[in-house]
């Protein structure tokens, strides 16, 4: 039998698939992790075009909504930061909480063990700034596994200008009722070295009725911000409960900023905060001496302590320091300065 000659005039091109699909396609891999097969089922959409449509589609979300991950630019930005982190959380001076999260990956070719972890898990980790209201006023992704929290935060921008006070934080200032001029700061856990715009817990073990058990208490309910946030994109986007199945570096640093972009556009264009609340709706008390709800997912936000050369990371802190540190307990310890509730965790 003899085939009839098919011309280029009678071929019919395949039409691209359309840009909601597309859409649709990367915020169902962002919101619940599936494979590239199980998409391409639902979707009807080959693995291979997912592969390439997934990293295109993350980098033009981040394009679209870069402005929604903005750095405060002047002293009158630290200070609306300031001021609502001392009316929700009760720490005045704080200009934001940080930290770091591991997120899982494959092991990248020819890595070696540049990228694997204290856990035994290869990761790049996720630092982050966090401002009150659990949305990231700065981020750094794709630093390897290994790398410690501090390692992580001296390494990076924010910290080489947090180093050289190039943030345009505001002048030192006394707290409300004291008269020691204290500069704004920024909380942090152990694995931050303790410097004059960085405040950290007391270290050791604390016995009760101390002073410095207050101090701890009321800068960890500042420091869990950061610690709520993590937890909101491990919630909403469910890629954070599993390693990343991305074979490029590249493409899983695009996927996580992605996930980081649309959080703080949901936080701020919801019309309502009990939407993306953490753990429900509650007043300002209750949120106050309420404990953090634990999940699987703070078990990839410990810090990677002890990894870091000692060298890069200041182990002794400066005596400006710890009297800052010491001024702020005093404060809370006031009467201008104390909240009703934290006489239970004495």
Known sequence: MIRPLITKRDTVMREAIPAEIRL????????????????????????QSISKIVPEVAKSIC???????????????????????????????????MDGKHVLIRCPQNSGSTFFN?????SIVLFGVVDADYCFTYVNV????????????????????????????????ALPGRTLPVP??????????????IMKPFPGEITRNSPNRIFNYRLSRARRIVENAFGLLAA????????LELTELETAIDVVLCCIYLHNFLRKQSSSRNIHAPFGTFDSEDASCGEIIPGSWR????????????SSIPRKPSNDAKEIRNEFQQYFLSEEGSVQWQDKYM
Do not use: M
């Open 24 to 47: 649709a396609i990367t915020l169902r891999y962002l919101a619940t992790g599936d494979s590239y097969a199980s998409l391409s089922f639902l979707f009807k959409v080959s693995t």
């Open 63 to 97: 394009s679209a909504l870069k402005d929604y991950i903005k750095l405060p630019q002047d002293t009158g930005d630290w200070r609306v930061v300031a001021n609502n982190f001392d009316k929700n959380w009760n720490f005045p001076h704080c200009c934001g909480a």
């Open 118 to 122: 204290y856990k035994g898990t290869f």
């Open 142 to 173: 794709g630093c390897q596994g290994r790398i410690s929290d501090g390692g992580v935060f001296k390494n990076t921008e924010f910290g080489k200008r947090l180093e050289k006070n190039q943030l345009k934080l505001p002048k030192e200032e």
């Open 184 to 197: 704004y700061v920024l909380v942090a856990d152990d694995a931050f070295p303790l410097t004059t715009n």
């Open 236 to 243: 909403v986007f469910r890629i954070f409960r599993k390693p």
């Open 299 to 310: 078990k990839t936000t410990q810090s990677d302590r002890g990894l870091q050369p000692l």
